[in-house]
């Protein structure tokens, strides 16, 4: 049975901030330190964490939500993508991010600790900073 999992966390950013970098090779390794290829074409494929994550944008609504079909190099050859939704929403102190993971394997409740540790940790420093 898939999994899913949704978590959000706000940022000292703005929406339009985030997403920018969450699409954008240069931006999406300075925020979260790892290499990664991004794009804001749809279709496009996406490698994040050097290699580790690989995927393809399916829709983006700038500024406000970007949906990719994401997997990592643990996921069996058999596992379907699981589908990644970002939501962005202005609050008062930035942005808040919302991140909707789902259809995730069996084995897929680890990547809720890994996307606060991998991602939303480095992104509050990187925009911080």
Known sequence: MPIEFEISEIFPATCGEIYSAWV??????????????????VGAEFTAWD????????AFEPGKRILQAWRTSEFDAKDADSTLEIQLIPVKQ???????????????????????ESYFEPMKAYFSA
């Open 24 to 41: 954008s090779s240069e931006g999406h390794s300075a925020m979260t330190g790892s290499p990664a290829r991004a794009s804001a074409e």
């Open 51 to 58: 290699g580790y994550i690989t995927g393809k944008n399916l």
């Open 94 to 116: 930035g942005a808040r991010l919302t991140l909707h993971h789902s259809n995730l394997p069996a084995h897929g409740m680890q990547y809720k600790e890994g996307w606060v």
